[in-house]
């Protein structure tokens, strides 16, 4: 989590979710538990009357010092995928983001499959 806070008053926690929050077959309890974590801080700290946003950024692969997967059109390197959420977080943007292009086109690609085929893709991305 990294904690943004502002002169202005306002406060924004940004919590580093996964695509997988989205539900993801074989990774019941991951995805659950990463779904929710962003919506329930918001809440209860809004109740709390905390002036702090809440916005749960769902990142797919990124490459880093401790992951290098191989190359791929989709796995930004690090200090790129933070530019892009620096670029889309911010009030009135939404509790939940994904803001690398390609990580929104894999994500919208995935999700716009029938749930047989998008099972089979899940199952051959395992393999």
């Known amino acids: 989590m990294l904690i943004l806070s502002s002169s202005g008053g306002r406060t924004l926690i940004i919590n580093l979710g996964s695509l997988a929050e989205e539900g993801t077959p074989c990774q019941t309890l991951y995805s659950g538990a990463k779904g929710f974590v962003s919506e329930a801080l918001d809440w ?4 709390e009357g905390y002036e702090i946003d809440v916005v749960d950024v769902a990142p797919g692969e990124v490459r880093s010092q401790s992951y290098r997967p191989e190359f791929g059109w989709a796995i930004p390197p690090a200090d ?5 959420v620096l670029r889309r977080v911010g009030p009135g943007r939404g509790r939940h983001i994904v803001p690398y292009a390609r990580h929104r086109i894999l994500s919208w690609m995935l999700h716009s499959l029938p749930a047989k085929m998008q099972r089979r893709a899940v199952r051959r991305s395992r393999t």
């Open 80 to 84: 790129v995928f933070a530019e892009s």
């Open 44 to 47: 209860e700290l809004k109740a």
